[in-house]
């Protein structure tokens, strides 16, 4: 419950291990490989079966990727709606909401 709530806020601090932007995952680090593996598999471009995943939502490249971060926000957060699958570790999420929050 604490950990949901502090995942809710984006601007608190979620853990003293990533306390500040200079500790945030970079995406070709970190968030590319999740997009990767946890939402491509709808969100590709490449996708032959997208599951009822919109044809202009694609998570293909950074670029794809960043007019979507507040849907993206809220439907792994929020709604916890995505990935449809779950399978996200309360690591993952804490990494997720770390680089959601900090400057790209």
């Not at 608190?12 to 946890?38: H, I, L, M, N």
């Not at 997208?50 to 979507?68: H, L, N, Q």
């Amino acid at each position: 419950m604490i950990l949901w709530l502090l995942l809710s806020c984006k601007s608190v601090v979620v853990d003293s291990a990533y306390d500040s932007c200079s500790t945030t995952p970079t995406y070709s680090e970190w968030a590319q490989g999740f997009f990767r593996g946890k939402c491509q598999s709808c969100h590709a471009s490449t996708t032959p079966d997208r599951r009822g995943a919109p044809e202009d939502v694609t998570f293909d490249t950074y670029d794809d990727i960043i007019p979507w971060l507040d849907a993206i926000e809220r439907t792994i957060f929020t709604t916890e709606s995505m990935p449809p699958s779950g399978g996200i570790t309360e690591e993952e999420r804490i990494l997720l909401a770390q680089w959601l929050d900090c400057p790209h």
